[in-house]
């Protein structure tokens, strides 16, 4: 039985890529004058990404028939990409590959319309060409969550996370300068949203990086990226500090911006912070106040449980990073096993940073099986094998 979209859900689609083809090859205006004066042509399709029928191509995920059809599920192409992306079986074009399509597309749509200003960018691939973890020619296509296990440490998740660290950095994977027992050599696509490619090559104790050919002395595409685990929110004597100092020692921000970030805490559905604010009348240490959602009270910032605390934490810097990635297009990485949240805490925000409310992209690393089967969308591999023979595998 195969799941077609209705009509409105067609007319979203289309409407949301501003009736153009999503492929970033393609800038295909979908629909125009027909041959009469009262007639539109249109040569757009609502092409779907998991498969609208059982045995089709990127098969279904698991999914039932609501989200089979629903708006999540779909892209909107121009006829030629929307068959072309299922030509045998959907080989070559992931589900993954086709949601990050989707999701660059629509912000470039939201910057035509003027209601962003920032740099559009995407880190689409990395391909680790050789390297003394990974089997040869090793891909992982990125989605706005990617989400990276093993069964065990060692495999190589942090090494990804390193190499496309130096997006937008002055600098090198200095880890991995020497090169241990092999060279090491990667390349990273990204969107700007023009294709960019940057390769990376280390050979014994040479650091080599070019942007599209060109050599350069470290990679200038306006990309930032940030490292999240517990170090982050370690600060020495904080049992003899304000909440507040505290909160702008680990957030590295001043008291005024302190404050304007409470002020976005809150805000998303995926929040589970209700408010938050500053009591600048306290005579003591606390004077961070905070209700939590589903409570008619405020707690003191050190009266707050540790997942708590640890929910409030996460949420300010998400509220920095976000303001980071207004201008500039942004990865964050997250190992978890090096955070205080549990799997449960860890699993409710991948869905909050895989929403449309977040508009920077994340890596989580985790040890395989320790966070629920991700969302639509989330991009998920397993990594097998140890040393210089680990594979990776699309879930």
């Known amino acids: 039985m195969r799941i077609d979209f209705t009509k409105p859900t067609k007319t979203i689609l289309a409407g949301r890529a501003g009736y153009q083809c999503s492929h970033p090859d393609c800038d295909m205006i979908t629909i125009g004058p027909g041959d009469k004066y009262d007639q539109l042509s249109s040569v757009g399709e609502a092409a779907h990404i998991y498969s609208a029928a059982e045995n089709g191509p990127r098969g279904q995920d698991g999914l039932d028939e ?39 597309h629509e912000e470039a749509i939201k910057r035509k319309q003027g209601r962003i200003h920032r740099n559009i960018g995407w880190a689409s691939r990395i391909r680790i060409i050789n390297s003394p973890v990974f089997k040869d020619d090793t891909e992982i296509n990125l989605g706005k969550v990617t989400l990276i296990e093993s069964s065990k440490n060692g495999a190589g998740k942090t090494a990804i996370c390193e190499w496309l660290s ?20 990667y390349s ?9 490619e940057v390769n990376v090559s280390i050979e014994s ?8 050919g060109v050599d350069s002395p470290f990679c200038g595409l306006p990309f930032k990226t940030f490292f999240f685990n517990s170090d982050i929110f370690k600060v020495e004597g904080k049992q003899d500090m304000k909440e507040s100092e505290y909160l702008c020692q680990a957030l590295d921000v001043d008291i005024f911006t302190l404050v304007k970030l409470f002020n976005r805490v809150g805000l998303s559905e995926y929040s589970f912070i209700k408010k ?28 707050l449980s540790g997942g708590e605390s640890n929910a409030l934490q996460f949420e300010l810097l998400i509220a920095k990073i976000q303001a980071y990635a207004e201008y500039s297009p942004l990865i964050l990485f997250i190992e978890s096993a090096e955070t205080s949240f549990d799997n449960q805490m860890i699993s ?9 409310e977040v508009s920077f992209q994340t890596v989580v690393t985790s040890l395989s099986g320790s966070i629920r089967k991700p969302s639509i969308g989330i991009a998920h591999f397993i990594l ?4 210089s023979n680990v594979e990776v595998s699309q879930v």
């Open 66 to 104: 609501e989200d089979l059809k629903s708006v999540n599920n779909g892209i909107w192409m121009c006829k030629t990409h929307a068959r072309l992306i299922d030509t045998n079986k959907g080989d070559g074009f992931s589900a993954t590959q086709l949601i990050s399509w989707k999701q660059l």
């Open 166 to 185: 130096v997006l937008g950095s002055e600098q090198s994977p200095q880890r991995w300068i020497p090169s241990r027992k092999s060279d090491t050599r």
């Open 188 to 196: 990273i696509n990204t969107f700007m949203p023009e294709k960019h």
């Open 205 to 212: 104790d040479r650091y080599k990086i070019d942007i599209d």
């Open 276 to 303: 938050v604010a500053l009591n600048e009348e306290s005579c003591d240490l606390n004077d961070v106040e905070c209700t939590i959602k589903g409570r008619d009270f405020s707690l003191v910032f050190n009266g």
């Open 348 to 356: 409710h925000y991948l869905d909050f940073m895989n929403s449309s």
């Open 384 to 387: 097998n094998g140890e040393h």
